[in-house]
Nanobody, 115 residues
């Protein structure tokens, strides 16, 4: 079992920045991929960025060049640095990790970007 806790969401003006954090606990040795997803009202949940154990990263086209996913191994944290935020980035952001057998989600953190 893996437990996840996100933090760092909030309200920001367009063009601003936020950094989301996701703390993992439990069977963290089994984690293969760490990622961030988001879901806006009326929309499906979508991948924002993810990072594999070997450091490979993958980004949604809409956030490339603006968002960066990174990891602090010592603190068991994964970050999503979001720069140049746009109103269309407004959503609930979820941390997700995958293991060989399962995947786990955090409770989500709200990001609101005002125009």
């Amino acid at each position: 079992q893996v437990q996840l806790m996100e933090s760092g969401g909030g309200l920001v003006q367009a063009g601003g920045s936020l950094r989301l954090s996701c703390a993992a606990s439990g069977s963290i040795f089994s984690i293969k991929t760490r990622g961030w997803y988001r879901q806006a009202p009326g929309n499906q949940r979508e991948l924002v960025a993810d990072r594999t154990r070997d450091g490979s990263t993958n980004y949604a086209d809409s956030v490339k060049g603006r968002f960066t996913i990174s990891r602090d191994i010592a603190k068991n944290l994964v970050y999503l640095q979001m720069n140049g935020l746009k109103p269309e980035d407004t959503a609930v952001y979820y941390c997700r990790v995958t293991t060989t057998l399962d995947d786990y989600w955090g409770q989500g953190t709200q990001v609101t970007v005002s125009s």
